[in-house]
C-alpha cells in the first residue's frame, strides 16, 4: 500500500486514506483551533478535494468563512462542507430514522455524512415506538432501504422495532436526547447492544457520522459486488 | 392506627399491616434461615391467615414441607403459598406479558402474587418487540386490563411499546435476563425509566412481586370507588 | 384504531393519542427549537384544543408569547398551557409529597400536569423523613388521595415511609436535589426502586411529568369502572 | 406481510421471520429448561428447517442428544446444530478475526454462526495489536473479504487498527476475556464505541452471534442487488 | 510513641496499636491461610491477649479449632473470639439497629466487636421504615444510647429517620441485602451518604466491624473526659 | 416530644429540632430563591435565634445583605452566619485537617459550622500525604482532638493515616478536588469507604457541615455525660 | 531526612522535596486563588528557585503577570513558567506521542513539564492507530528514546501498539479528548489499564504533568546509575 | 525488524518479542485449555527457552506436571516456571511492597516475574499505612531499590505515601482484595490514579506480572545506558 501524508505540524492529513479505506478523509473539528481548521480546508482546497468536517461550531465556521474559503454550514447537522471533487455515486437507498424531534441533529450528521460520501438518503423522522403507527405506516418505504441507520434516545428502542420489519442491516446510534437516568446516552446505548432483535449494530452516543460511514462502507461492498 | 406486631425476636411480623395498607403481609425469604421461615410460617397459620413468601430456594421449600407443614412451592417463581383466609377478589383484570420465555419466572411472580392478594390475571408471554406481529396479535386481549405488567430484560422496549397502545397504567418490570452490556439487568431498568411512551412507572430489576402489589394497589383503588 | 397524525415535518402530532391512551399529546421542549415550539403549539390552536409543554425554557416561553399566542408560563415547573378545550374532570384525589423546598419545581411539573389533565391535586411540600413529625402531621390528608405522589431527592426515603403508612399506590420521583454521592439524582432513584416497603413504582429523575401521568392513568382507570 | 407463529406455550415461534428479515428464526438456549429447547427442536424438525442453538449449555446438549435429536454440539462455541433445509449460499467472504486465544469461543460463536446462514468465512486467530507483524501479516488475506468481524477483549484495539487498513465494514465484538478493569468486558466494549477509526459498528460483548446476523444481512444486501 | 510490632513474616502484628489507637488489633480473616490465622492468634495467645477475628469462614474456624486453640466461633456474624485480658469496660450504651432480618448478620458483627472492646450493646432489629410503629415503639430506648449504629440494605432509610429523632450520633452500615438495583449495596451506601438528616457518618458496605470500632471510640472519648 | 414548625408553605422550619436532636435547624441554601431564603431568615430572626446558612451563593447573600439583614458572609467557606442565640459551648477540641490547599473551601465550611454549633477548633491545612513529615509535625497537636475531621480529595488517603495515629474518631470528608479519574470526589470517597484503618466513618463528597455536625453530636454526648 | 518547609498559611511548601524524591516542589494550580498563587511563586523567585505550574488558567496567569513576576504562560498547555535555578539535565530522550491533534494540549504539558525537570523530549503527534503508517513512519525515531509517553483518547490504542514495538518504558495518558461513550476519558483509561502489551503503565486522565515526572524519575535512576 | 512467528493454529507464539521489546515471551494461562498449554510450554521446551506462565490454575499446572513437563508451580502467584534459557540479570533493585498479607498472592506474582525476567527483588510486606511506623521502619531498605512495586488494595494508599519518601518511579498495583465499596478493585485503582504524590504510575487491577515488566523495563534502560 502506498501511503501518502501531508504534514502540518500538528495533524497528518491521510491523503491514501479513500485508497485504502474506500472513504475519502473527513475532519473532527473538536479541540482544533479555527486556524488548524482553515489549515487543514486550504490543504485539501490546495487538492482539489472536497472536505466535510463534522462538529463544527458555529464560531468556527464564521472563522473559515470569514478567511473566503466557500464552505457550506449547516448549524442543525454542524456540519461544514467545501465543495470539490467528490466521491462517485454509490448504489442503494439509506433510510435515516429517528425516534423524535430532538433527534434530528443527529440524524442531519448522518444523512448529510452519507450524501457528501455519495450516498442516496432518505428520511423517516419522529416515527418512536410510544407511536407505533407512525413507524408502521412508515416500514413500506424503509423496506426499500439497503440499510438502515435508527437514531433513537431516551430508551432507543426504534432500532430494535425496525431490526424485527426489515431484511436490511440496522445501524442504532444512541443519542444524549433525555434526561436524568439517560446518563447523556448511556441508557440508549445499553439498550441497543442489548437488543431483542437481531441485525443491529451500534455506533457512540450522538455519533451520526460514524452510522453513516459504516453505512457507505456497505454500500461500497455491493457496488464492488456489482461493478 | 391501631398497630399489632408480633415479635418473633429476629422478625416482627406487622400483623396490622393489611388494615394499614390494604395488603397482607408476604415474606422476603432469601436471608432467612429455614427455620426462620418455619416459625413465620406457624406464626401465619395459627393466626389463620394464608401466609405467601417470594424468592423461596428450593432449600427452605424442602425443608418447611419437611416439617408438615401444608404449603405449596412453584419452582419456576419461586414461590411459596400457605393457604388459608386470603383477601377479598379484586375487581379488573391485570395483564402480566413478557418479552421472552427466559422472562417467564419473573412475570410468573408477578401474576401468582396478584392471584394471591385477589386479582384476576392473564399472561402473554413471549411477545417481545423484535416479532411486532406477536405483540400486535394480543392487543385487543391486553387492552381488556386495568393494568399492565410487563416484565423484559435485553432492551426492555416492550413497556414502551404497550404503553403507547393501552389506557391503562403500565408496571414496567426490568429482568436481569441477558448479557454483558445488560449489566445484570441495569440496561433493560434505565430504558424503562427513559420511556418515551407516557403511563410507565418502573420497579426494581426482576421484582415481579413489587409490579403485583402495585397493581393490586390500583385495582384495590378501584374497588375503594366502586364499593 | 383509527390513526390521526399531522405531520409538521420535523414532528408528527399523534392526534389520536387521546383515543388510544385516554391522556392528549402534550408536548416535550427541549430539542425544540423556538420556531418548531410555536408551529406545535399553532396546530393545536387550530385543533382548538389545548396544550400542555414541559421542561419550557424562559426563552422558549418569550418566543411564542411574543408571537401572541395566549399561553401562561410558569416558570417553577417550567410549564407552559395553552388553554382550550379540556380532558373532563378525573375522580379522586392526587397527593404531590415533596421532602424539601429544593424538590418544589419537580413537584410543581407533576401537580400542574395532573390538574392539566382533570384531576384535583393536593400539595403537601416540605415534610421529608428527617423531621417524621411534619410527615406523621400531614399524614390524615395524605391518606384521602387514591394515588399519592413523593417527590425526594437526597436518599428518596420519602416513598419508602409514605407507602408503609398507606393503601393507595405511591408513584415515586426522584429528583437531582443534591449534590457529591447523590450522583444527580441516581441515589434517590436508586433507594426508591429498593424500597422495603410494597406499592411503590419509579419514574425518571425529574420525572414530575411522567409521574402525573400515571396518577391520572390510574384515576381514569377508577372512573372506567365507576362510569 | 402474512405473520406465521407456532404457539408452544412458552414460546412463540416466528415461522415468518425468515421471510419478514431473511434470517431463519435461532434459539438462544439460557432461561430455557432442557424439555422447552426439545420441544423448540421438535417443532423445526417437524417443520423440515435446519435449527441452530446459541450458549447452549453442556447440560442441555446432553438432554437434547440423550432424546435421540440428531443434534451436533460444539463444546467451544456452544452452539447446537441440527441439520436440515438450510438458507442459500451467501456471496462474498466474512473474515472473523481475534486478538487472542482467549477469544477463539466468541469468535467460533460468530463462524458457525455465519456458516449456519449460508456465508464462507475465513479464520484469523491471535492477531492481537500487541505484536503488530502477526496481524499485518494477514492483512492482504483480510482485504478479501466483504465484512471483517473483530473479535477482542482486553484493550479491544484490534477492531480500530483493522478498520483503518480495510474497505470492508467492521463488525466489532468487545469480549469479557480480562479481568480487573476490563469490568468484564465493559472496557474494550467502550474502547471500539470510541473507535478513532472510521467503519466500525459494535455488538454487544461476547456476542458472537449478533456480530454474524449482521455480517450476513450485509451479505444478503450484496445478494439482492447482484441477483 | 513507642513502636512494637512482631514480624511473623506474612504479617506484622501491631502490638502498640492498643497505646496508639485506643484499641487492640483485631483480625481481619479473609484472605488468610487457615494455618496464617493459626499462626496469628497463636501469637496473641502466648501474649496473653485476647483476640477477635472477623469474616472467618466456617472452614477457618473450624481449623484453629482442630489445632485445639480455645477459640468461640459466632456462624451468624463469623466472628472468632480467643477470650484472654480485654480492654476496659466503656462508659454508656451502642444501640444497633436493623431494617430488616436479613440484616442481622452484619448488626451482630457489629454487636459482638463493640462487646469485645468493652461496650455495653442493645439491638433493635427489625424496625425498617416500612413498618413505622415498629421503630416509632423502640425509640425510648433507642434514645437512651450513647451512639446509634444502624444497619439497613434496600434504600437504607433508617439510619435517617433515626438521626431525625435523637441527639447521639448516628453511625450508619448498609448492608448488601436487596438485589438487582440495590448493586450489592450501592443503593443504601448512597442512600445514607445523602441522608437529609443531620448527625450521620457512613461505613463500607456490611462493614458492622468498622461501624462498632468508631462506636467505641467515641465511647473512648466519653472515658477519657470523665475519668 | 413537642414539636413546633413553623410552615412558611415552602418550607415547614423545624422549631423543635434543638431540643430533639440537640441542635438547632441550619439552612441548606441551594434551591432557594433569595426571596425564600430571606423569609427563612427574618423567622429565625424574629425567634431571636442565631442562624446559619450553608453552600450560600454570592448572589443569594448579596440579596440579603441588600434587605438588611444582620448577616456575615463568609465567600470562601459559602457559610452564611446570621447572629443571635447560639448553642452552649461544647467540651472538647475539634481538629480540622486538610491534604491541600484546594480542600480548605470544605474545610472552612466544617470549621465555620463546628464553631457555630458551639465547638471549639483548630485548623491543620496542606498536611497531605504525599509530604508525610508535614502530617507526621502536626501529629501531637492533632492527638489533642476529641475529634478530628479529615478532609481530603485525590486519593483521599489522609483520613486513613491519621486515624491510624490518633485515639479519637476521625470522620473522613471526600473533596471534590482532582480531575478525570477522580470522578468528581468518587475516588477518594470510595478509598475512605475502604480504608485499612479502624476509626474512621465517612461523610458525602464536599460535606463539610455534616462532618462538622457529626462531630459536634459527639462532643454533645460527652457533655452529657460530663455534666 | 531533614525536612524543610515554608508554611504559607494556606500551602505548606515543600523545600526539602528535591532531596527526598529528586524533583523540584511544582505548582497545580487549580483551586488556588490568584493571589495564593502570586504568592507562591514569590516564595520560589526569593529562593532563587525555577517554579512551574501546571492547569493554571488564562485569568491566574494574567494576574500574576499584572504583577510584574517574569513568569513566561504557554495557553496550549496551561502550563506557567518563572525562570530561575533549573535542574541539572537527564540522560537519555523522552518521545511524547499523540494519536490525535485534539490530544496535543496534554501532550505538551506533559513535554513542557519534562523539559523543566531536565529532560530532552522529542515530539510525535498525531500518529494514532486508525492510520497505522503514520505510527510505523515514526518508529525508528521513537525506539531512541529512553521512555515513550503516549497520549490518546477515544480507544486509546496508541500506548498498546507502541509498547509492543519498542523496548523503552511506555507512560500511558488518557485523555478526555472524545465524547458520548467516552465518559469523559475513562474509555481510554480501561482501555490502555488492560492492554494487551506488556511495559505499560497508566496515569490520571488528562495528567501530562504526572506522566513527565514519572518519565524524569526513570531516567534519574539511569543517571544514578551512570553517574 | 525480523518477524519470526510459531502459528499453533490457537496461538502465534512471538518468537522475536525479545529482540523487539526486550523481554521474552509469557504465557497468560486463563482461556488456555490445559492441552493448548501443554502446547505451548513444549514449543519453548523445543526452542530451549525459559517460560514463565502466570495465573496458571492448579487444575492446568497438575496437567502439564502429568504430562511429565519439568515446570514448577507455585499456588500462591499461581505462577508456573519452565526452566531454560533465561534472561541476562538486570542491573539495580527492585522492592515488592504490599499494604496487607492479603496482598501477598499479587505481589508473589510481581517478585517472581521480576524475578524470572532478570531482576534482584527484596520484599516487603505488610506494611500499610494505617500502622505507619511499619513502613517508616522500611524505608531505608526501600530507598536502595531503582524501582519500586506498591501492591494495596482497600484504599490503595501505599503508592502515595511511599513515592512522596523515594526517587525512584513506583509502579502501584491495586488488589481486589476488599470488599463492599472497593467494588473489586476498582477503589484503590482510582486512589492510585488520583495521588496526590508524584512518581507513581499504574497497572490494572491484580496485575503484579504487568508490574513486573515495566520494572524490568526501567532497568532493562538502566543496563542499556551503562553498558
Not at 485504502?20 to 486556524?35: D, F, H, I, Q, S
Not at 425516534?99 to 443527529?106: E, S, Y
Not at 448522518?110 to 416515527?127: H, I, S
Not at 452516543?205 to 455491493?222: K, P, S, T
Request: charged share 20%; with cysteine.
Amino acid at each position: 500500500m502506498s501511503e501518502e501524508m501531508k504534514d502540518l505540524g500538528f495533524a497528518r492529513l491521510d491523503l491514501s486514506r479513500e485508497d485504502r479505506t474506500g472513504m475519502p478523509e473527513t475532519v473532527y473539528c473538536p479541540g482544533k483551533t479555527a486556524e488548524q481548521l482553515e489549515h487543514i480546508l486550504l490543504a485539501f482546497a490546495e487538492a482539489g478535494s472536497a472536505a466535510f468536517g463534522t462538529r463544527c461550531s458555529q464560531r468556527q465556521a464564521d472563522f473559515v468563512l470569514s478567511k473566503g474559503l466557500p464552505v457550506q454550514y449547516d448549524a442543525t447537522s454542524r456540519t461544514l462542507l467545501l465543495p470539490g471533487r467528490t466521491p462517485a455515486a454509490l448504489p442503494g437507498l439509506v433510510a435515516v430514522c429517528t425516534g423524535g424531534t430532538a433527534d434530528i441533529p443527529v440524524a442531519e450528521e448522518a444523512a448529510r455524512t452519507a450524501e457528501f460520501l455519495g450516498a442516496r438518503v432518505e428520511r423517516f423522522y419522529d416515527v418512536g415506538v410510544a407511536g407505533l403507527h407512525r413507524l408502521l405506516r412508515s416500514m413500506e418505504a424503509i423496506r426499500r432501504a439497503k440499510v438502515v441507520i435508527a437514531v433513537a434516545g431516551m430508551e432507543g428502542a426504534l432500532g430494535s422495532v425496525i431490526a424485527g420489519l426489515v431484511k436490511a442491516p440496522v445501524i442504532a446510534v444512541p443519542t444524549s436526547v433525555g434526561y436524568g437516568a439517560s446518563l447523556e446516552g448511556l441508557a440508549p446505548l445499553l439498550s441497543m447492544l442489548n437488543s431483542c432483535a437481531e441485525g443491529l449494530s451500534v455506533v457512540n452516543i450522538d455519533n451520526g457520522f460514524g452510522a453513516a460511514v459504516q453505512a457507505c462502507r456497505i454500500l461500497n461492498m455491493i457496488r464492488g459486488e456489482t461493478s
